[in-house]
């Protein structure tokens, strides 16, 4: 009979996390959640490594402060944080929209 002396690791997903808020007091709010959890890469986008218990806690504080008529946050999965595997989107509040239009820079 063998024993393990240390628990198993746990697996780890690397987030794209971004959000759009309609209000400046839960953006900072909001923002602050992320920077607890990721590195800051672009205005409301977050890198976030995260194992499936910090994802729930920090997808619970989201649920918290946004207003899901009229907030949105997006985690999309890189995969594991070793590689990088198919992106699935999923959404908080609004649905996920993809936008088919091209996009024209002046």
Known sequence: MSSRSAAA?????TFLVCYDI???KRLRRV???CKNFGTHLQYSVFECE????ERTKMERELR???K???DQV????????????D???ASLGLPYARFDAPCYVV
């Open 22 to 24: 309609a209000n400046d």
């Open 74 to 85: 997006l985690f999309v999965s890189l995969g594991p944080s070793e590689g990088r595997g």
């Open 50 to 53: 995260l194992n499936p218990r």
């Open 87 to 89: 992106r699935v989107i």
């Open 31 to 33: 923002f602050k959640v």
């Open 9 to 13: 690791p746990t697996s780890r997903l």
């Open 68 to 70: 899901h008529d009229e």
């Open 64 to 66: 918290e402060l946004i």
